[in-house]
């Protein structure tokens, strides 16, 4: 059933005085609005209020009239909170108080000119309603001008990233005013923490860079650079940070840089990364990079290192497959522990005269290399460059 429109005439005079006491009672009962309705904050709750009862009486006058463009004044009004830094809460309180006001006067104002009372309670069902739709603009308001800020600090936060990545390094001016933007503050030192997440969709990276982002805490800033998400962690050093960076395992740390040399650590910690993948260290949940600095110096240049390995072990690698699958595990452990013959079969668990045998035969490929410092640092390199590391 439709409220009769001369309903209208009825409950228009109310409005001055309902405003004003609308204003009064939303400062007095809702925390957040309890200082004075001065300035551009109390002008915008006013109009606010003026419009929203304006409009409401004009819906029962012109039912069916579009209202274009008053919609804005609400989404407005909840971008507004979100700026004062006020939740929801307090616009949707003030919601209700206005609603409750609102259905008592305008019951008083029907009692008196004898609205027949189920036509009043049509019109607290509009009021209530109303409210709903006010507080459903406001809320959209309030949500897109979050989705906006989140946008934002995103971007923010991905050119600090990729400034801090760079190697060699930005200028300094320019990663300070991006820290600056980003409302980071740049500490002595950092490290960089890389991860995959075992995803390759860009889409999927971002996300994996936000829940970095709030996995981690602890300051750090996260964005995708080249294919990774990259972390960039201040003070990596404090007690208890590597136990706290279990929460994004698995995952590679660089070295602690002063933030200049911010890139340096992630070259190292994307270093340590492919590696693992590649088979040539163990796979941790969290690799340390500095823990691995041998490997990463040989495979900063994987084509010299096959080079070396192609070079130091030709005598070994034109052998069969089988002699080659035993002398290669003796050379190495023989360069780890030269001359421990009781050692080195412990560690191969086979009998101490088939070290022996093993050795005489290495001696007869490589002669005078295994009692050699240098040839036998180039030979331990070279095993570590070799396919089995």
């Given amino acids: 059933m439709q409220i009769p429109r001369e309903v209208a005439a009825v409950l228009r005079p109310e409005l001055p005085r309902l405003a004003e006491e609308m204003i009064a009672t939303i400062g007095a009962e809702v925390p957040e609005y309890s200082r004075a309705m001065e300035g551009g904050f109390g002008r915008g709750v006013r109009m606010g209020v003026e419009i929203a009862l304006g409009r409401f009486v004009d819906t029962i006058e012109h039912p069916g009239e579009p209202r274009e463009g008053l919609g804005e004044i609400y989404v407005n009004l909840g971008r507004g909170e979100l700026h004062a830094g006020r939740s929801l809460d307090a616009l949707l309180g003030a919601y209700r108080v206005g609603a409750r006001l609102a259905w008592r006067r305008f019951v008083e104002a029907g009692r008196r000119e004898n609205v027949d009372p189920d036509v009043m309670y049509q019109v607290g069902e509009a009021i209530f309603e109303y409210i709903d739709a006010l507080s459903a603009e406001s809320a959209e308001g309030y949500a897109a001008e979050q989705a906006a800020e989140a946008g934002e600090r995103r971007r923010r936060r991905r050119r600090l990233v990729r400034l801090l990545a760079q190697d060699p390094p930005a200028d300094p001016e320019d990663v300070k005013a991006a820290a600056a933007e980003a409302t980071w503050e740049l500490p002595r030192t950092v490290a960089a923490l890389v991860t995959d997440g075992g995803l390759t969709d860009d889409g999927g990276l971002e996300a994996e860079a936000e829940r970095v982002t709030r996995a981690l805490g602890l300051g750090a800033v996260a964005s995708v650079v080249d294919g990774v998400v990259c ?27 002063p933030w200049p040399q911010a890139g340096r650590s992630l070259r190292r910690a994307r270093g340590a990364l492919v590696l693992a993948s590649a088979g040539r260290i163990p796979r941790e949940d969290l690799l340390v990079a500095e823990e691995h600095l041998a490997s990463l110096m040989i495979g900063a240049d994987p084509l010299l290192a096959q080079e070396l390995s192609a070079h130091r072990l030709t005598p070994l690698l034109e052998l069969p497959p089988g002699p080659q699958g035993k002398l290669l595990p003796t050379l190495r452990a023989w360069l780890d522990r030269p001359g421990q013959i009781q050692a080195i079969a412990t560690a191969l668990e086979v009998h101490p005269q088939t070290v022996r045998y093993r050795v005489r035969r290495l001696r007869e490929l490589f002669g005078d290399a295994l009692d050699d410092p240098e040839q036998r640092f180039e030979l331990a390199l070279a095993l570590r460059a070799s396919p089995g590391g």
């Fill in 231 to 257: 972390a960039f962690l201040p003070d990596p050093d404090a007690p208890g940070r590597r136990r706290q960076l279990a929460v994004v395992a698995p995952a590679a740390l660089g070295p602690s840089v």
